[in-house]
């Protein structure tokens, strides 16, 4: 079973301040996604990325950066953080070339901007 | 507008009831489609695939497309309590996008 982990799990910050979530597969796949998960949207697609340096921008990037410094590590970045974005954060992986392109989630981060 | 709509909302479903979900893209370009279940307090999980028309069926769970409407379904036939979850419809829009987009989900509870 494919390996996602996500850290910090629960994170509180304060209007305007830098946080960075991260995530890391351990198992060699090409993509990972970070999704934000709220009542009533659904799962929204922020930014993936298709292999280390590369970035591709997801369907509600604004006031999100991310960055893929490995095969393994993906991080999204909120350097200037607002109420609008607390929510659930997911992070998946994929081998894209697989036989069922299936998605493997982490366990979420919980994110509170006061 | 969301490009992958989801009916209905909420289904409530006796226990070895059947339970069907609806999914349908706007979007004509779209050529694979996926479920996943979220268990409550969990994160995703993919339960069926689904790329070409037609049926495909994996235990309790069938899953239909046809593609020229752009639509699936999924059915779960005796229905137990350890069903109730969110499903969540996804597609791809086709080419090499690896991209997904999902629906805002179906939440189904199984009552005993």
């Known amino acids: 079973e494919a390996a996602v982990t996500q850290s910090p799990r629960n994170k509180v910050t304060v209007t305007g301040g830098n946080v960075t979530l991260s995530c890391r597969q351990t198992n060699s796949h090409n993509y990972m996604y970070w999704y934000r998960q709220d009542t009533g949207h659904g799962l929204r697609l922020i930014h993936y990325s298709y292999g280390a340096g590369n970035l591709q921008i997801g369907d509600v990037p604004d006031g999100y950066k991310a960055t893929r410094t490995t095969q393994e590590d993906f991080f999204l970045l909120l350097e200037l953080a607002s109420p609008s974005q607390t929510s659930l954060y997911f992070c998946?992986?994929?081998?894209?070339?697989?036989?069922?392109?299936?998605?493997?989630f982490g366990p979420g981060t919980r994110l509170t901007v006061l | 507008q969301q490009k992958v709509q989801q009916s209905p909302e909420s289904l409530i479903v006796p226990e070895g009831g059947m339970a069907s979900l609806n999914c349908t893209s706007s979007?004509?370009?779209?050529?694979y489609f996926w479920w996943y279940r979220q268990h409550s307090g969990k994160s995703p999980k993919m339960l069926m695939?689904?790329?070409?028309?037609g049926e495909k069926e994996e235990g309790r769970f069938t899953v239909h497309l046809n593609k020229a409407s752009l639509h699936t379904s999924l059915h779960i036939r005796d229905s137990q309590p350890s069903d109730s979850a969110l499903y969540l419809c996804a597609a791809r829009t086709g080419g090499s996008n690896a991209k997904l987009t999902f629906g805002k989900g179906t939440k189904l509870s199984v009552k005993s």
């Open positions: 695939s689904i790329f070409s028309n």
């Open positions: 979007d004509r370009n779209v050529d």
């Open positions: 998946a992986s994929s081998d894209w070339g697989g036989a069922s392109y299936e998605q493997y």
